[in-house]
Every structure is written in C-alpha cells, then in structure tokens.
C-alpha cells in the first residue's frame, strides 16, 4: 500500500499523477511529492517504529515508492552520537555528529537518495539509470544500478578525485567524464535526458530522489530520543538536503512525532563555491551563480538547483550560513579526525569549519543542542591531505633503531 498520493508544483500547487514530471507544465516550478498524512499517522507511530528494522525504510510511509523497496535494504541509521570531545575544543555543551560517512555501501548520504531513486526507477519501468554527479552520486548509482542489474550512464566533471573516479569504475558503469563544470554537466545531461528514455536519478526522476535526503532528518529526532536539536549545520551542493532535512522535521511535527520547535538550520558552503551561503547572508531570494573553485568538489555546484529553497528554509527557520576556505576546510577535517576519530571528505570538513565559525561569532549559542551534519568518507579524497599531515618516520627493523629514533619521545614519556 502507498501513501505517495501524487505529485505537487511547489510554486502554483497544481497537481500531477506519479509519473515522470520534474517541471510545471504551467509555472515551470519544481514538482514535490505528496502524501496522505492521515493515513500516515495511523500507521507511522513511535510504537510501530520500534519493531522496524534499522534501515531507511523503517521511514517508508513518508517514502515515494509504491511496491517494496528494491534497493538499499542496509542504508541508513548510521551513527548519531555525543561528540565530548570535539565540544570541549569548539567550546560548547551538547554536540552531536550524524555520521553518513560510515555504515553505507558507498560511504556517503547519496545511498539515501539513490535507494529511493533506484526503486522507484524500476517501478516506473526503466532499464537504464544515469545522473550527473560531483562524485559521491557516481559511486552511489554505480553501485545501486549494478545490483539492480540495470544500465548505468554516469557523467562527472573530468577533475574529480581519484577515489571517487575508481570507487565508481569497479561497479563498471559508463563512466563519461566531461571536461567542464558540474554546472556543465548538469546541463548536457538535461539535453541526454530530453532525447534518451533513462531515469536521471537527479534531474527527471529527481522530485523522487530527493525524498531520501529525509530520512537523515528523521534518523537525528529518533535518534535524540524524538526530540529536534535546537541547531543543525548542513552541507549545501544542490541545496537539496537542507530542503529535505527541513520538510523531515515538519512531517514529524505534523504527525505528532515530535513536539519541540523545529531546528533552526544552517548552511554550510566552501568559500570557493558558496551561492547559498552569499544569498543568505545578503536576505536575498535570488541566488546568483558562480564559478567553482574549491577543494570540496562534493559541494562544488555553482548553480543550485534547490538554492532558492534552501535559502527559504535556513532564513525561515531563523538559522543562517557560513563559509569556509580551503585551509579551514582541512584544518576541521583534521581536528574531527583527532578529537572524534571520525575520517570525513573535504564536505565534512566544510561542515565542521562552518559551525566553529558560526559558534565563535555567537550565532550559535554555546548551551544549546547542535547536531553538526558528516556526509561523506575521508578515504574518497586524499589528494587535497596529501603532503599536509606529516610523515610516517622510517627506521630499520631493530629495536636499537626504533629506540634511537624515538628517544626523546619515550624518555618523554618515560617520566610522565
Ligand atoms: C551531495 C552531497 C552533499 C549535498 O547535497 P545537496 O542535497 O545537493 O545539497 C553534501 N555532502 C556530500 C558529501 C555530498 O556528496
Ligand atoms: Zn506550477
């Protein structure tokens, strides 16, 4: 039984069958799921959830799929936990990592996104699924579409990382590497989508896809105790995730699932590539794009598809943006790694040089609870680390030489 009622312009309201619609024949605005929360409310409950498995689909009534999911049976519920440490550092009371970086087959939040997408391609009848990705999105519907046993056309801009290329040419998709922005790619791919009969997971299909992205907003209330922190710091590429993790805490809020005020929200964006981020801070409604130049190249859109959204939900919810440079961005992946053991991608350390900052100005309080938003695995991009953290010492393999290079250090240690 579904509870996907059908398909809704975010703009005029007009309503649209489940099919494959991703603009407003009428307003050319984006298109939104819709559900019947009545009948949601009756099934959704905190008792019912207890007996779910811990996937993302324990979420599946506020889910657009109508059969059983077909895709990413083990994704989701990945660590939400109290970070002691790293809030000593920032100089805060209660702190929290959502951690998408672990506990999912490709290592980042798109396996959200692509479970969703990946089913509900299959139940719209295709064969072959693509996107245009900046790297994570590649690994995920590579990997997905393989199992799935679907065709898979992946575009990437040429310049992406080692590991996210490598980690999406194992699962033997198409991989097309355009020489151009994301932007670029975007684009082109809107042209292929137009001719080719293929689920784009993030362009036709995508008012599907996006769903997903709510199940990380679900996972920190239920997580907290069904309780919505007072603060969460996102990362913004598209501008998707911020959009969803809001509608998240507003379906919970409807159905009773939680009681407290909504998060307030706040965006995070290298400052090499931060459309979002300028447009907050400037109260704008109109985002203005801009050229990438950033080693988060995860984040790395200069034309956000939801950053007219994004903005509306981070300033109505009373939070606000921050950006950081790429020094700050590997200082905070460093300083994660050393006080959490957490190993997070350039986006995560975004994330993190972002709420240092906005916590240093005051614009989010020290008392308060703060979830802070890691989505994606440090493993994927080792290029921008490289030659920064030192080195590993070599000796010969003796005692005698181990304890000739280290003896300051153990006589150190010694008298402690
Ligand atoms: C895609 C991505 C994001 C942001 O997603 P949007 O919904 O496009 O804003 C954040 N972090 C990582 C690691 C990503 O790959
Ligand atoms: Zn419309």
Request: hydrophobic letters at 40%.
């Amino acid at each position: 039984m579904s509870t996907m009622t059908g398909l809704k312009c975010r703009e005029c309201g007009r309503l649209y069958p489940k099919e494959v619609v991703f603009v407003c024949e009428y307003c050319f605005g984006s298109i939104e799921v819709d559900y019947d929360y009545e009948a949601i409310r009756k099934s959704l409950t905190r008792a019912a959830l207890a007996l779910r498995p811990k996937s993302l689909w324990r979420y599946r009534e506020l889910l657009p799929i109508e059969g059983e999911p077909t895709a990413g049976a083990f994704s989701g519920f990945t660590p939400l936990f109290r970070a002691e440490r790293l809030a000593k550092v920032l100089g805060v009371s209660e702190l929290y990592i959502k951690d998408d970086s672990v506990c999912h087959p490709t290592l980042s939040f798109k396996d959200r996104v692509v479970a969703v997408a990946v089913t509900r391609a299959k139940e719209l009848g295709f064969d072959t699924v693509a996107c245009a990705s900046t790297g994570n999105l590649a690994n995920s519907v590579s990997a997905h579409a393989a199992r799935a046993g679907l065709n898979r056309f992946i575009f990437i801009p040429a310049d992406l990382e080692l590991g996210k290329v490598v980690a999406s040419l194992i699962y033997h998709p198409t991989l097309v590497a355009v020489e151009g922005t994301y932007d670029e790619v975007n684009r082109l791919c809107a042209e292929i989508g137009s001719k080719y009969p293929w689920a784009f997971v993030n362009i036709n299909i995508r008012p599907y896809y996006a769903e997903g992205s709510k199940t990380y907003g679900f996972e920190i209330a239920e997580q907290l105790g069904w309780k919505a922190p007072a603060h969460i710091v996102i990362p913004a590429a598209g501008g998707s995730l911020i959009t969803k993790i809001n509608k998240a805490f507003k379906e919970f809020r409807l159905l009773g699932l939680i009681n407290d005020p909504p998060p307030k929200l706040y965006a995070a964006q290298a400052t090499g590539c931060a459309p979002i981020v300028n447009t907050i801070k400037q109260r704008s409604d109109i985002v203005k794009p801009v050229k990438p130049n950033t080693i988060a190249k995860s984040l790395a859109i200069g034309n956000p598809a939801d950053g007219y959204y994004a903005t509306k939900a981070v300033l109505d919810s009373g939070g606000w943006a921050e950006s950081a440079t790429d020094d700050e961005i590997i200082a905070a992946m460093q300083l994660l790694a050393e006080t959490e053991g957490v190993f997070t991608e350039t986006a995560g350390g975004v994330t993190l040089a972002a709420a240092k900052k906005l916590i240093e100005q005051g614009l989010i309080p020290q008392d308060e609870s703060i979830v802070i938003c890691i989505t994606g695995n440090g493993l994927k991009t080792l290029e921008p680390l490289q030659g920064r953290l030192g080195q590993a010492r070599k000796i010969k393999p003796t005692l005698a030489s181990f304890e000739g290079t280290f003896s300051e250090q153990l006589s150190l240690m010694a008298k402690r």
